[in-house]
């Protein structure tokens, strides 16, 4: 438990998000971003809401911990789309290092998908979401989130 404690707060973000994914393309698309994390369920849950401005959406996420097994499942949404989308990212932290995968599509193909939480301090920590179409063999990064601790 406890694992997402040091999320919760105000964070100023710096978001890139490949242009093109499954091209092999090394173009990024660079915006701002505020988030506001809470936890709950005295730290088996964790909850964020982050704000794209110059995109004109919002996103949250819920963070679920399985005390059976002591996985983690990690569900997005957005103000687009307003669905809670399926499946959920599953895993754990190891070595400071949070890993997190699902069997999902892409523009109608199928990925694996990972999500990685890492280079955590008090003040900052990186958000990283790569796909794979080759049975994890190789990742694309498609999304980089860098948080800093607003003030």
């Known amino acids: 438990m406890g694992d997402f404690d040091f999320f919760v707060g105000r964070w100023d973000v710096t978001n890139r998000r490949l242009r093109e ?3 092999g393309s090394d173009d990024w698309d660079e915006f701002p971003g505020t988030s506001e994390a809470r936890s709950f369920f005295d730290g088996a849950g964790s909850f964020d809401e982050i704000r794209f401005p110059t995109r004109g959406f919002s996103g949250s996420t819920v963070r679920l911990l399985d005390p059976t097994t002591g996985l983690w499942s990690i569900w997005w949404m957005n103000s687009r789309r307003g669905v809670l989308e399926q499946p959920p990212v599953v895993g754990r932290f190891t070595d400071g290092v949070g890993t997190f995968y699902a069997d999902d599509s ?4 199928p990925v694996r998908c990972r999500f990685l939480w890492s280079a955590i301090t008090p003040t900052s920590c990186r958000w990283e979401q790569a796909f794979s179409t080759d049975g994890e063999r190789t990742w694309e990064t498609n999304w ?3 948080f800093r601790r607003a003030a």
């Open 144 to 146: 980089i989130m860098e």
């Open 21 to 23: 994914r499954h091209v």
């Open 106 to 109: 892409d523009e109608g193909r």
